[in-house]
């Protein structure tokens, strides 16, 4: 018996005090799981502005980035499911995140990285765009699903394997370690312009997507469907996709891959909301920013060693996740 | 309404399907598209509701259907495809309200004439016992009945339905002709809706369709009330068939026993 799915608003609403929550703690969290509180406090007591800048520039960048990291992948990944009307489609599978790492490694590869904060996530933003026109030439103007999937795949492939040419050709060890660890996913160390600075191509991705919404649901019934309903198949397509690759791409600049959210958060909010496609949107994004962040709280609960890196935690969580999610479905299949 | 074609001619791929149509239709019509697989009913269909290219021209009141802005289109024309279905597992309810899609405002929930829209769908299609339903653990029949209620709920003025019987039980085909009957019945002032339904069964077609259209080999073979259209001689030309016929109205009946090559 499958149970009413619920209100998505009340969904909605309770994620995002969930993600309110997470966001404080995410800022006055430390390692090992020490509260920041009374830190800050004796900090601000010896100097005022030091506390500032700790706060502002090492604890808010990294809850922001959080935030809005997570929240791109499972809105992404909910529209991404919608438009091409498979549960396993996921923001990586069009190619912008594997441009947008292509680009990132290649500021690495050339030692630019030292040069400023901001060489990487330019990189990263450049390789997206590049990936996303590649797409565009190689779907043609009136794209198929099917195409996009296949030349997206072959995008991903190509980068991919560029990248592993940066590291197989990296100049020195260093580098190369430097590559594979910022390719793993991390928000630490990083800085509110970088926040700044993808923070415009997130918003508008966030638009484009949300802007396919009733045509998603639309959707569900064929593409024919959908155009019979007023929903040009062209524009639809351009909307989601563009949309997916700036926001997608934005975030893999400034914090390298983070696997899985994008696929499994869509998933666990169809079992809440239902599966109609619109539905999803919202509460789609406001749990991937929540799973970041409750990821991005455990990382820094081991108190010595190297700090596990975010990317590698939310795949550990998220795969056998998605097995108990598969084998649930199943059982609930007549 | 006035719904013109002329000269119309699609292509699926290499191959060259419809070859020149031209029919004019006004008013409250039910038409029936008949012929053998094959003979472009579903291309001509899809090339009216502006799916597919096409040359020739499809006007309705005048304007020409290519060129329409989309959501005044699926304002205008609604149209059920062959054999569709849902990807996601929609409750019932949901999926017909998508049919209102072409005319809510942009961020605004649906009206009440909306929901009564909806409503009145669901009523005709007989599917309002099974509402809160996920639509892919219904049956083929009961599906094809919501889906149909999706294609009623747009309330347009050309209704354009693939096959919207071919699965359902003898019950629910006659109540399907029913509804879509009355769709295409005109108002007090003589006005109303026109429906364009691809069938192959000749029984329901006779029975129910104002006029018939049979279509061979991508042109016009004959067009025209039931009687005139489905004669000894058309059934053995296009169809390849012999059949025997008896009944008045609507309990006229057109039953295949034979092939004739």
């Known amino acids: 018996m499958r149970t009413r799915p619920l209100n998505a608003w009340l969904v909605s609403a309770t994620l995002a005090l969930l993600v309110a929550l997470l966001f404080a703690l995410s800022v006055y969290l430390g390692r090992g799981g020490e509260l920041l509180a009374d830190k800050f406090r004796t900090m601000s007591e010896i100097d005022r502005d030091l506390a500032w800048l700790v706060l502002t ?10 935030l809005l990291v997570g929240a791109t992948l499972g809105l992404t990944g909910a529209g991404l ?22 680009g990132a490694v290649l500021v690495f590869y050339f030692g630019a990285a030292v040069g400023s904060v901001m060489f990487v996530p330019l990189g990263g933003i450049a390789g997206a765009l590049a990936a996303l026109a590649t797409l565009y030439l190689l779907a043609g103007r009136n794209p198929s699903i099917v195409t996009i999937i296949l030349a997206g795949v072959a995008i991903s492939a190509f980068t991919g394997a560029l990248t592993s040419l940066a590291l197989n050709l990296s100049p020195s060890p260093y580098a190369a370690l430097e590559i594979v660890f910022w390719m793993l996913g991390s928000l630490t160390d990083r800085s509110m312009a970088q926040v700044w600075f993808v923070l415009p191509f997130m918003f508008a991705g966030w638009l484009l997507v ?65 599966p109609r496609p619109a539905s999803l949107l919202l509460p789609s994004a406001l749990a991937g920013a929540a799973l970041v962040l409750a990821a991005d709280l ?19 969580i998220g795969a056998p996740f998605f097995l108990w999610l598969i084998l649930k479905t199943r059982k609930e299949a007549p | 309404m006035r719904l013109t074609i002329e000269n119309l001619h699609a292509s699926l791929g290499q ?17 029936g598209l008949i012929g053998p697989n094959g003979v472009g009913k579903t291309t001509l269909v899809r090339a009216a509701a502006a799916l597919i290219p096409f040359t020739g021209s499809v006007t309705l009141d ?84 919501v889906l149909l209620a999706r294609a009623l709920a747009v309330e347009a003025p050309l209704l354009l339905v693939d096959e919207p019987v071919a699965s359902l039980d003898p019950y629910h085909q006659i109540r399907i002709m029913e509804v879509l009957r009355a769709y295409a019945a005109p108002n007090e002032k003589g ?19 104002d006029r018939l259209i049979l279509l ?30 008896g009944g008045e109205g609507r309990e006229a009946y057109i039953l295949p026993v034979a092939r004739t090559d």
């Open chain 2, 15 to 31: 191959t060259h399907v419809v070859r020149g149509v031209s029919l004019e239709a006004s008013g409250a019509q039910f038409i």
């Open chain 1, 298 to 316: 455990l990382v820094r609960v081991p108190v010595n060693g190297p700090e596990p890196k975010l990317g590698v935690v939310t795949a550990l």
């Open chain 2, 191 to 209: 006005e109303g809706r026109m429906v364009v339904a691809v069938l192959h069964d000749l029984s329901l077609a006779a029975r129910y369709c």
């Open chain 1, 81 to 102: 499911q919608g438009l091409l009307r498979n549960p396993l489609a996921e923001p990586g599978l069009i190619g912008a995140s594997g441009g947008a790492a292509l």
């Open chain 1, 210 to 274: 949300a802007s396919t919404a009733r045509a998603l649901d639309a959707l569900s019934l064929g593409e024919d469907t959908a155009a019979t309903l007023g929903f040009s198949r062209r524009s639809v397509t351009l909307r989601a996709i563009a949309g997916t690759g700036l926001a997608v791409g934005a975030a893999v600049s400034v914090t390298g891959v983070i696997g899985f959210v994008g696929l499994v958060v869509p998933h666990l909010m169809r079992s809440l909301v239902g």
């Open chain 2, 216 to 245: 061979d080999g991508g042109t016009v073979k004959a067009d025209g009330r039931p009687d005139e259209v489905l004669t000894p001689a058309n059934l053995e030309e296009t169809y390849r068939i012999r059949a025997v016929t």
């Open chain 1, 57 to 66: 520039e090492v604890r808010l960048p990294r809850a922001a980035l959080g």
């Open chain 2, 62 to 145: 005048g304007a020409s259907v290519s060129s329409m802005e989309p959501r005044a289109r699926a304002r205008a024309i609604a149209y059920l495809a062959q054999g569709a279905g849902s990807h996601w597992p929609l409750e019932v309810s949901r999926l017909v309200a998508l049919g209102r899609l072409p005319h809510l405002a942009p961020f605004r929930a649906p009206a009440p004439a909306d929901e009564a829209a909806i409503a009145r769908a669901m009523s005709l299609a007989d599917v309002e016992s099974f509402r809160g339903r996920d639509v892919l653990t219904l049956s083929g029949g009961e599906r094809a009945r």
